[in-house]
């Protein structure tokens, strides 16, 4: 199955560069996936007092639904581009959360926190970002943080065999740092590193599939 999924050429360094030159203008194109990732923070269900890390934070938006749901608890957010956490550290305090949401510049394929560290992580259109031998790595990372039992959603473009989605890969191959997302087999590359799926939706953007999966740490 995993030859089938699309390499990533870039490298991490890559990734922050490209990502630092499109901070400014990423909200002005990617508003669309904002209704997918409300959903999955809607399944995970962030309870007050719960420890909570998004990977991947980007301009921030789910960091306010989080750091509000979480009252009394804390939310750590990581990113590997200075840019998108420039901004997002403005929308977090124009949102009064300043104390409540915390950040860490640096990659998910390794977390600087301690084991059993969070109740909950998200990871919102980034996990498909790596390439295929670096997924297990980052969700080999989200369950050394969780606790025992910790939930883990991932948002994502999802691998299914259809017109658009050949499409859409034969766009990601010729012009990858345009569409840098490729669709993955997201319950397969999840249940693969010792957690168990509680529940999944599959929606449709553009055509194209994206999964919304939340798991449990086992
Ligand atoms: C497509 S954006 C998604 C942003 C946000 N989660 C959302 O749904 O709007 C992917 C984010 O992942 C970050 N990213 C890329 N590679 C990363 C890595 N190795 N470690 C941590 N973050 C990374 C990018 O800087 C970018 O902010």
């Known amino acids: 199955m995993e030859q089938n999924i699309q390499p990533v050429p870039r490298t991490h360094k890559q990734a922050e560069k490209a990502y630092d030159n499109m901070a400014r203008w990423y909200d002005l194109f990617a508003g669309s996936e904002k209704k997918f990732s409300s959903i999955g923070l809607q399944m995970i269900a962030v ?9 991947g934070c980007g301009t921030g938006h789910a960091l306010i639904e989080l750091g509000k749901a979480c009252q009394g608890g804390s939310v750590s957010a990581v990113d590997i581009s200075e840019g998108m ?7 977090v305090h124009s949102a009064g959360l ?6 860490h510049k640096g990659s998910a394929a390794s977390l600087a926190y301690p084991d059993d560290t969070f109740n909950a992580v998200f990871i919102s259109f980034t996990l498909e970002l790596f390439d295929t ?15 025992p039992g910790g939930r883990l959603c991932v948002v ?6 259809s017109l658009i989605v050949k499409a859409y890969e034969w766009g990601h191959k010729h012009w990858p740092e345009l569409l840098d997302c490729r669709p993955i087999y997201t ?3 999840i249940e693969a590193e010792n957690f168990q799926v509680i529940s999944e939706k599959i929606k449709v953007m553009w055509g194209l599939p994206v999964a919304i999966v939340l798991a449990q740490k086992v």
């Open 133 to 147: 031998p670096d997924i297990p790595i980052v969700l080999g990372e989200c369950h050394r943080v969780l606790r």
């Open 47 to 55: 309870q007050p007092g719960e420890q909570v890390l998004e990977i």
């Open 98 to 103: 300043d104390g409540i949401v915390t950040f």
């Open 187 to 189: 319950r397969t590359c």
């Open 85 to 91: 956490l420039r901004i997002s550290r403005r929308r």
């Open 156 to 161: 994502s473009l999802e691998k299914v065999e």
